[in-house]
């Protein structure tokens, strides 16, 4: 079966770096608009960044400047980048991607398990 599994989350200081990595394995035949979301505690989920097909970019306004997103076809993996981190970064952070697993085969959402990055002074 499909899976996606992020790595790369931790403890880190205010201002401080991480990079999360999102791997998608199994009977892919196509992975279509990756993307990193969130949840805080006692709050909905939202979308921190997308990255379409076709390489085109979208960020929550909270993240604008600090975090990228990028993508690697060959490896089937998508990253996130976070810099000059937050307190209020804090989060689970999720990999998310529709995903066909066979030509003209219809596409399903696939979230991975999730990773924690906690900001902590």
């Known amino acids: 079966q499909v899976q996606l599994v992020e790595s790369g989350g931790g403890l880190v200081q205010p201002g401080g770096s991480l990079k999360l990595s999102c791997a998608a394995s199994?009977?892919?035949?196509?992975?279509?608009?990756p993307g990193w979301y969130r949840q805080a505690p006692g709050k909905q989920r939202e979308l921190v960044a997308g990255?379409?097909?076709?390489?085109?970019?979208n960020y929550a306004d909270s993240v604008k400047g600090r975090f990228t997103i990028s993508r690697d076809d060959a490896k089937n993996t998508v990253a996130l980048q976070m810099s000059s981190l937050k307190l209020e970064d804090t989060a689970v952070y999720y990999c998310?991607?529709?995903?066909?697993?066979?030509?003209?085969?219809?596409?399903?959402?696939?979230w991975g398990q999730g990773t924690q990055v906690t900001v902590s002074s």
């Open positions: 998310n991607a529709r995903i066909s697993t066979s030509r003209g085969g219809r596409t399903e959402n696939y």
């Open positions: 199994g009977n892919i035949f196509g992975i279509y608009a």
């Open positions: 990255i379409t097909i076709g390489g085109s970019t």
